[in-house]
């Protein structure tokens, strides 16, 4: 079964506006990540989040992580209509290895 | 580089008959892996392998073989296809956990029709 999932499934916003997209999980969990996949395309790596770090910047992108409720968040701001895409996390757990995705949130940033 | 590089890009097979879809990368990554997309359910893992001549199963290994006989490629065969195995597949790749670097890259996938 599927390790994470993110909320919302869908979000639109204008350009310039902030989109936030939650990612909740099950288990203990190593690192988690996220990645961007454009329409038809493979996924790209955004960032990582250790399971001892809170918050993590990169750019416009913050990543937050709380693993007492189990749940990240990506924030990203000023978005831009190139950042139109699905936008997945994945959690890597202890002593496994192999990596869990969820359904993804799919931005549309309108011009 | 070329990265990770999957053929074919597009594939139409009848039901039961078999395949191979092609993953290599050029990175020197040990672990790599195939993954399955389907509409509202991300990825799923198939197989994997931490290194040529290892292999293990994923989350959705039924009617999917692997092997690893080189550290650069890695092809995923359907030995029977279902129209169930219609979906989008993906190979990624990345250096080993054990190094302390997660991040996977990955193809641009193989768009497979079962009829």
């Known amino acids: 079964s599927q390790q994470g999932e993110e909320d919302p499934q869908a979000l639109s916003i204008q350009e310039g506006e902030n989109a936030t997209m939650n990612c909740s999980y099950k288990?203990?969990?190593?690192?988690l990540q996220w990645y961007r996949q454009n329409s038809g395309r493979g996924l790209v790596h955004l960032i990582l989040?250790?399971?001892?770090?809170r918050e993590k910047h990169s750019g416009r992108l913050r990543v937050t992580l709380d693993t007492s409720k189990k749940s990240s968040s990506l924030l990203i701001t000023a978005s831009r209509a190139a950042d139109t895409a699905s936008y997945f996390c994945?959690?890597?757990?202890?002593?496994?290895?192999?990596?869990?995705f969820g359904a993804g949130t799919r931005l549309t940033v309108k011009p | 580089n070329a990265g990770v590089t999957q053929t074919p890009k597009f594939q139409v097979l009848k039901t039961g008959q078999s395949m191979t879809l092609q993953c290599a990368q050029d990175?020197?990554?040990?672990?790599m892996s195939w993954y399955r997309q389907d509409p509202g359910m991300g990825l799923r893992l198939i197989h994997y392998?931490?290194?040529?001549?290892?292999?293990d199963q994923g989350e959705v290994p039924n009617g999917y073989n692997v092997s690893r006989s080189t550290t650069e490629d890695f092809p995923l065969r359907l030995l029977s296809a279902a129209p169930s195995q219609t979906s989008v597949y993906f190979c990624?790749?990345?250096?080993?956990?054990?190094?302390?670097?997660?991040?996977?890259?990955f193809g641009p996938g193989t768009r497979l029709t079962v009829t």
């Open positions: 990624a790749s990345s250096y080993p956990r054990t190094s302390g670097s997660y991040e996977q890259y």
């Open positions: 288990t203990s969990i190593n690192n």
């Open positions: 989040i250790r399971s001892n770090e």
């Open positions: 994945a959690t890597d757990m202890y002593n496994n290895n192999d990596m869990r």
């Open positions: 990175m020197n990554h040990e672990y």
């Open positions: 392998s931490v290194g040529a001549g290892i292999t």
